[in-house]
């Protein structure tokens, strides 16, 4: 009995790998810390490439991608990188993993490298990732940071997700257009599931095309803001 | 604190094995990008006969638009005077750059696709849309008058606006069977018209919110498939 009470603290001091501070740094960024909602950061490609659904889930899995890694290398470095340069030294672990998500995707699927063009090149410009890397990173462990790159890139992921739901649908009536789950929803005619003009109650139905143009990413953006306030009152008195 | 060698001598070894990494996955994976490059672009041109196809262009498998490239298709480059270049295809050559060259001096791509209907020449014109140049591939039959099909593309159109002549298949569907020269066989090409059609064997419709975007097409076509009109002609007789 002794024995096994006097190894207790020994295991309580030893950090868990995935403890609740760990869960916390995945899910804060989905909420109370959203990078585009709350921090208003990474607004440029939320606003452009959010016209279909399936490019934005690839842009969010490349974002993913260099935030987690870009926090990570950081992280690794962090004590070796000098402070006087120490933010280019950061733009150089960024455009480096950017220049890798570019190649490959080049590779794997040359239709989609061409729809974002060059929004996968402007990662490197995406305020999140260096302002994760600055914030965060350089002052933590690089298991932690690696979760909180995975979080912050999850965080604008899914923004651009439901944005691109929203504007996807409206503007084309369709859902993963370009994409092998591609399904046409609702239109006026009959090659969509919902033919809005058999419907007589629906026949004024028509696309809307301001929905594809990013001003409309803006009203949206800022309409989630909104829902995401009212929804989570203690944002209000954040800024 | 670091001192100036100890940064120079950090950022030195980064950069290195930055660059060797990089280097070494640019190399590794520039087949993969040429062979998806030109993939790309045939898909573009087998667009323009796709009525013709057993499928969408955008469903066929790479090998299958490969399998199409070396069974069913010709491909011939032509000068401005219509002479036919030996030894080179038309896949090598890059309008862009031969949009910048003199006029007299630019070599024309064909591609001749012989299929169950016949054969159909696929030309391709090259042009100005609003933002940045726009392009496209346009298919005709034999008596090299009347169009087959139409595929454009574009480098940065207004999506929702200038970029429907690529995303929106009723825009290039119109092409299909319009006449490039009138009945008298004067070459009038095909314009893209704002506010209704009024002579419909040479006039489709405009996309309302992109009139430059339209103009260009209807510029591009008109002087882009001219440029055949010697080949053309030394066909037909």
Known sequence: MAETIAKKPEAKEREPLFGPKEKKLLTDP??????????????????????????????????????????????LLRKSIPKQVRMIVQLVIIATLVTIVEQVLKALNFEVYKQLSVFIGLIITNCIVMGRLEAFSMANRPWRSFLDGIGNGLGYGAILIIVAVLRELFGKGSLFAGSPLAIQIIGPSSDYILDTSA???????????????????????????????????????VS | MHNTRQIVAFVAVLTIVVALVLSLLATGLKPIHDRNEAIYNKKAILSAIESNLDAKASDLSDEQVQQIFSEKIEQVVVDMQGNVIEGTLAEDIDMAKERKKPEAER???????????????????RGSGLW????????????????????FDHVAETPGLGAEIKDNPKFHEQFVGKELYDDKGN????DVKKGGIKNPEHEVDAISGATITSDGVSEMLYRGIKYYEPYFEKIKN
């Open chain 1, 30 to 75: 989905l909420n109370d810390n959203n990078p585009i909602t709350v921090q208003v950061l990474g607004i440029c490609s939320a606003l452009a490439v959010t016209t279909l659904v399936y490019p934005s889930v690839i842009m969010s899995i490349a974002v993913v991608f260099v935030t987690a890694f870009s926090s990570l290398f950081t992280s």
């Open chain 1, 199 to 237: 419907i007589s109650w629906l026949g004024w139905y028509q696309n809307n095309n301001l929905m594809v143009l990013s001003g409309a990413a803006m009203f949206i953006i800022g309409v989630l803001i909104w829902v995401h306030r009212t929804w989570n009152p203690k944002l209000v008195d």
């Open chain 2, 107 to 125: 070599k024309l791509p064909v591609y001749i696709y012989d299929g169950p209907n016949g054969k159909f020449y696929i030309v391709a014109v």
């Open chain 2, 132 to 151: 940045d140049e726009i392009w496209g591939s346009i298919a005709l039959e034999s008596d090299f008058s009347t169009i087959a099909g139409a595929a």
């Open chain 2, 187 to 190: 070459y009038v090409s095909v």
